[in-house]
C-alpha cells in the first residue's frame, strides 16, 4: 500500500513525491525497503504495489524487480478500505486459494529477519484458518500517535508462535491512557498490517462494505470482459466510497487475530519521529548536508550538500532546507503541518512547492 | 566611512558584501543611500569614501557619482582612528582649510532634509571654531544598544540651532541606565557623526594618538615625494594601531560640541533593528521574498522569490535565506551571531559562505 500525499515531510516530500518514494529513513526509498525486507517470505515476482496512477513511473523505478503489470495506479486516492479490496480481488483472481498480506510501504523495520519470521508464521496461520491476521507491535513506550489493538483468547501457536484473537481496536489514546495500556500489557500497536485469505478478504467486504464488494464485482466482470485494469478501475473507482479498511472493515469483523511483533516497528509519521532512526549529536541534535550550530540542541535539522543552514540558540526545532522550500516549525507544531500547507497551496503560486 | 566585514547581517551580508554595500533598509546599498542624503550640502565631487580595498570596485559601482579618485582603499581594518586620520589628511591636502564631515556608511535616516539642516549647521560651527562637532541624537527610547554623550554648558547658535560643550562620552548602558539617560533629557545618542576642520582633526591626534599622528606624517611625505596612494597605505597601515575613534581620540580631547540631531537615526546594528524600518503584517511579522507563515509572530523573515520560507507555529524569530545559506535563529540572540560564524570559519569548506 504505497499511497500518500506528500505532506508530513514536506517540503522533502510532495504530492509527486510521497514519503513511499523518499528513503526518509535508511538508503533506498521506503517501498523499496519495504519490498526488500520481505526477502524470500513474499519474492518480488508475487508482490503488488497499490498507489496513484501520478506515482506508477516513479514507483517503478524505485522497485524494478518488481513486474511493472503489478505496480497498479489508483486514478484516485479512495483510502485503504478500496485498496484492500483491490488487493484481495487481484490476488484472487491469480490464485482463488491465494493469501495476502496489505502491508504499509513507508514503515520503518531494522529487524528484516524477525519480521520476515512473524510474517511467515502470519502467512501460515491465515492460510489454515478463517481469521484475518494482523501484526500488532508490542510497544515500548506509551506512544499517543498509534491506534492499539487489545488481544484476547489466545488461539494456539503457528510456527512455534502464539497467536490471539483480537478482542477490540482502539483509536489513538491520550497519555495517561497509553501509559496504562502499556502497563497492562495486553495492548499492542496497530501497524496497519494483515494477513488473509483473499476469498476471507472478499467475505469481509462483502458482509461489512458492500458497496466496496459492489464495485469490485464490477471490476472483476469488466476485466473478464478483457477491458484493461486501468480503465476498470478508471470506470469504477469514482464511485467507491473513501473510507479506511480499519472502519470500514476490521472494526467490525469477529475474526481479526494477531501475533505480537517482535521486530521494531515505526511508522514514522512525521518529522520528529526521524530522531528516533538517526545518529544524534552530544546535544541531541540530528543534520544532514551542511548544516553549523551553536547552541543548538534536541533538532532535527535537514539541508542539502552545498546550502548552509545555520541554527544560533535553538531548541527542539524542525529545519528542512530542501532546493526550493524551507520549513522551520518547534518539533510539537510538526502535526500541524497540514495547516501550513494550506497556506501555502493559498498562496497564488503556492502549488508549485505542494 | 565604509568598513565592516560583513558580519551582523549575515548571511545577507559577508565579507565580500558588507552592510554598507546592501540595500538593508531602502532600495539602494546604505553607502549610496549616504552620498544621496547629502544632497547639495556636500556634493559627490566633495566626498571621500574610505572603505576596504577589497570593496573599492563594489563601491564605485554602487557611487558612480563620486570621483572613483575619492574611494580609497585601506590595505587592511584599523579601526575607525586610522579612517579619521586619514579622511583629515586627504581633506587638508585638498585644502588646508577644508572642514569634513565623518559620517558612517550604514545607517539609515529617514529625513534627509532634517539631516542636511543638522549638517550645515555643524559645517558652520565647527569652520568658525576649533570645536570637534558631534551630531549627537535625541533618544527616543532607552536603547541599550548604542553609546551615549551627555551634553554640558550651551555655546550658542550656529544656523540658528543650539550647540552645546560635550561633557563626556559613555559606553552603552545597561537598562536602567539608559532609562535614566531618557530621563534626564540631557544624554544623546552617539551616532558616530563628527564635523570638524581638517586642521583640528589633526592636531587632536597629534596630542593624542601621537602614533597615529607620525604614521599620516610619513603617508604625507610619501604623497609629497610622487608615491600613489594605495602604495603608501600599503607600506604605512600595518604599523597602525588598531583602535576606535572615540578611544584614541574624541574621548580625551575637550574640544567637542555637538548638536541635538532632531532627524531620525538608526545605525540598524543588527537584524531586529530591521523591524522598525519594514511595514508589519497584523502579527507583526516583516517578511520579504515568497514567505508562508502559520501561526507565527514578531517575526523578521527574508526569503528569496523562488525559493519558499514557511514557518510553522514561531514567535520572535530571524530567519533569513539567501542563495547559499540560511539562518535561523531567535531575535534575542541575533547579537551572538559572530558566535555562530566562528563556527562557520571552523567547518572545513566553512570559508565559502562567509
Known amino acids: ?192 498490517m494483515f494477513v488473509m485469505r483473499a476469498d476471507v478478504m472478499e467475505a469481509a467486504f462483502r458482509a461489512h462494505a458492500p458497496a466496496i464488494a459492489a464495485g469490485m464485482d464490477k471490476i472483476s466482470t469488466a476485466l473478464d470482459g478483457g477491458v484493461p485494469l486501468a480503465q476498470c478501475l478508471a470506470e469504477m473507482y469514482p464511485a467507491l466510497p473513501k473510507i479506511s479498511l480499519d472502519y470500514a472493515v476490521m472494526e467490525k469483523v469477529a475474526n481479526v487475530a494477531t501475533f505480537e511483533a517482535a521486530f521494531d516497528w515505526d511508522d514514522v509519521g512525521e518529522w520528529p519521529a526521524l530522531a528516533r532512526h538517526l545518529p544524534r549529536d552530544a546535544a541531541g541534535n540530528v543534520t544532514r548536508g551542511d548544516v553549523v550550530l551553536h547552541e543548538a540542541k534536541d533538532s532535527i535539522v535537514l539541508g542539502e550538500p552545498g546550502h548552509l543552514v545555520a541554527l544560533l540558540g535553538m531548541e527542539d526545532m524542525v529545519v528542512v532546507h530542501t532546493k526550493d522550500a524551507t520549513l522551520i516549525c518547534p518539533k510539537h507544531r510538526a502535526q500541524d503541518l497540514k495547516k501550513l500547507l494550506l497556506n501555502v497551496a493559498a498562496k497564488p503560486t503556492g502549488q508549485i512547492w505542494l
Chains 1, 2 share one sequence.
Not at 118 to 135: D, N, P, Q, W
Open 1 to 192: 500500500m504505497a499511497g500518500g500525499r506528500g505532506e508530513r515531510f514536506w517540503p522533502m516530500s510532495r504530492q509527486a513525491r510521497p514519503k513511499h518514494l523518499l528513503p526518509i529513513v535508511g538508503e533506498r526509498p521506503m517501498v523499496a525497503q519495504t519490498i526488500e525486507r520481505l526477502g524470500q517470505s513474499v519474492p518480488p515476482s508475487q508482490v503488488f504495489i497499490l498507489t496513484n496512477h501520478e506515482h506508477v513511473a516513479a514507483v517503478q523505478a524505485a522497485c524494478p524487480e518488481v513486474p511493472s503489470a503489478q505496480i497498479v495506479g489508483e486514478p484516485m486516492g479512495r483510502d485503504t478500505a478500496a485498496v484492500g479490496a483491490l488487493a484481495a480481488l487481484l490476488v484472487r483472481r491469480k490464485d482463488p486459494q491465494g493469501v495476502l498480506a496489505l502491508l504499509p510501504a513507508d514503515a520503518a523495520i531494522h529487524d528484516n529477519k524477525g519480521f520476515q519470521a512473524v510474517l511467515e508464521a502470519a502467512f501460515a496461520a491465515a492460510a489454515g484458518s478463517e481469521s484475518i491476521v494482523t501484526i500488532g507491535v508490542k510497544p515500548t513506550h506509551p506512544a499517543t500517535g498509534y491506534g492499539y489493538l487489545r488481544r484476547g483468547a489466545a488461539l494456539g501457536e503457528s510456527c512455534g508462535r502464539p497467536w490471539y484473537r483480537v478482542e477490540k481496536f482502539v483509536e489513538k489514546p491520550d497519555q495517561a491512557t497509553a501509559e496504562r495500556y502499556l502497563a497492562e500489557g495486553v495492548y499492542l500497536w496497530n501497524a496497519g
